[in-house]
């Protein structure tokens, strides 16, 4: 008879939940940084590069066991963080590339128009809610919070966030044709187009 898996113990638990605690914390940090600054056409690489790595931390907690709060109600952790201001900057920072479309369910392949810096601070309210839990000692809740809203929202927001962004760099670098409308590749043109460096041509065969 196969015996059953242990499961991780505490300190393992602990472990885990303070690298996931510290990529979140690193996201949140450089999110409202690459805001903050509004270079258009340096914050598109990093916040590919951000988003990337947090993805990595959501990609972790999905391959976990479901993690069980202590408590059938949250505990209070205060009011929302008010996110208001960081989605402001990112919408003027990213100007005409800031509305996209996606596919929010590849299995009900309905198309959702949407904006960037409004699935940017809804993924930062998910991980900060998440942190906030972390901070004050519920390390069960918090690893339960990130897990059930990656799952359920930011995941996939930042799924499709980040194929967004990789389009936006591919037309630049690579002169990819892809279907938009003329302002969005213009937009990309005006904010990318003279800041980023050519791409060297291939050398003679």
Request: aromatic fraction near 8%.
């Amino acid at each position: 008879m196969t015996e059953p898996t242990p499961g991780p113990t505490a300190p393992e638990i602990d472990e885990f939940a303070g690298q996931i605690a510290d990529q979140v914390e690193s996201f949140l940090i450089a999110l409202r940084a690459i805001a903050a600054e509004g270079n258009g056409s340096e914050a598109i690489s990093l916040l590919l590069l951000e988003i990337s790595q947090v993805l990595l931390a959501g990609a972790r907690l999905g391959a976990q066991l479901d993690f069980e709060p202590r408590e059938e109600y949250q505990p209070d952790v205060g009011p929302e963080a008010d996110t208001d201001e960081l989605r402001l900057r990112l919408a003027q920072m990213l100007g005409g590339v800031d509305t996209y479309t996606f596919v929010f369910d590849p299995y009900v392949p309905e198309v959702v128009t949407s904006q960037l810096s409004d699935d940017l601070a809804s993924i930062a309210t998910d991980l900060d809610n998440g942190l906030r839990h972390y901070k004050l000692g519920n390390i069960d809740e918090a690893l339960w919070w990130w897990q059930f809203s990656y799952v359920n929202n930011w995941g996939n927001l930042a799924g499709a966030a980040l194929n967004a962004l990789i389009t936006v760099v591919a037309h630049d670098r690579f002169d990819t044709d892809f279907e938009a409308e003329a302002e969005v590749v213009a937009a990309v043109d005006e904010m990318l187009g003279s800041e980023m460096p050519e791409e060297p041509a291939p050398p003679p065969r």
